[in-house]
């Protein structure tokens, strides 16, 4: 594939941003609002500089919980 990218487009594949290479992911990130102390709020983040999963478990792993019952 990334030999079709140059001959094709002469696109080197590692000059490419992390996101065209491996994608994105949508996380949740929670917030407390300065003017609502103790109150938590959340709200849908778009992270493209995820990391290699196989390298990283722990960024998948915190958002996938997994019980004995679901194992």
Not at 10 to 25: F, H, I, K, S, V
């Amino acid at each position: 594939m990334q030999e079709m990218l140059w001959q094709e487009h002469q696109l080197n594949w590692n000059d490419l941003p992390t996101y065209e290479r491996r994608g994105a992911c949508i996380v949740k990130e929670y917030f407390e609002k300065d003017d609502m102390p103790g109150v938590t709020r959340s709200h849908w983040v778009v992270d493209k500089d995820i990391p290699v999963f196989t390298k990283d478990r722990n960024y998948i792993e915190r958002f996938v919980y997994l019980t004995e019952e679901g194992v």
